[in-house]
């Protein structure tokens, strides 16, 4: 006998605060920190999107491409990678955090220290989300566009259930790979190769 998924799709909630409450930069990051059990993003309109923590299978999918992603940045040196936690100030003003992200080490090195300790004010050059069994897919595949309409480079929207990578690139371009075991991310990560059969797998 097989277990058999079901999809419940279940979108953030999301609080529409303007024009009641219009939160500065300062203020939003103070009012992440006090709410560190929840996932926050803020849209470019001011709304907060905000996200439960996710479910053991997805939690491991994540640790795994989090790892590979960041062993690959720690050889390359090129760049810095960053989880989940993470928080980007985009240039239309939405602060997104997407499940891995990657960003050019010169891009980093004119930030000052305040910066670098809080949502850095930058769109990374490569993001990947990771959709969970609880996602609907048009509100993620909107954020990627988002990614690319602000500076990234290259955006991968990775799909467990379907076995499905949907592949972002500047102006539009987009490509579906249909069960990949490995994706390259070439030229823009240059050597790195997501091994993706232990993200199709859950690893209990």
């Known amino acids: 006998m097989t277990d058999t998924k079901v999809r419940v799709e279940r979108p953030a909630v999301v609080l529409h605060t303007r024009p009641a409450l219009d939160m500065d930069e300062e203020q939003f990051f103070e009012f992440c920190q006090l ?35 960041g ?13 989940s936690s993470t928080g980007f100030i985009l240039p239309n003003g939405a602060v997104r955090s997407p499940d891995a992200a990657w960003v050019r080490r010169e891009r980093l ?18 993001v990947i989300e990771l959709r969970s069994t609880s996602d609907p897919l048009t509100p993620l595949e909107a954020k990627m566009r988002e990614y690319l309409e ?13 076995r499905k990578v949907h592949i972002y690139l500047p102006n539009d371009q987009l490509e579906i790979a249909d069960k990949p075991d490995n994706l390259s991310s070439e030229p823009i990560l240059p050597g790195f190769v997501l091994d993706l059969k232990p993200i199709w797998e859950p690893g209990f």
């Open 109 to 126: 090195s004119g930030l000052t220290a305040e910066q670098k300790q809080r949502f850095l004010p930058l769109c990374p050059d490569f």
């Open 150 to 162: 602000n500076g990234a480079r290259l955006g991968w929207l990775i799909d467990p259930e379907e």
């Open 71 to 83: 062993a690959w940045a720690e050889r390359d040196g090129g760049g810095v990678g960053f989880d």
């Open 35 to 69: 709410n560190k059990d929840w996932r926050i993003e803020r849209s470019a309109e001011g709304d907060l999107e905000i996200m439960p923590p996710t479910g053991g299978e997805t939690g491991n999918r994540n640790l795994r491409l989090t790892l590979q992603l």
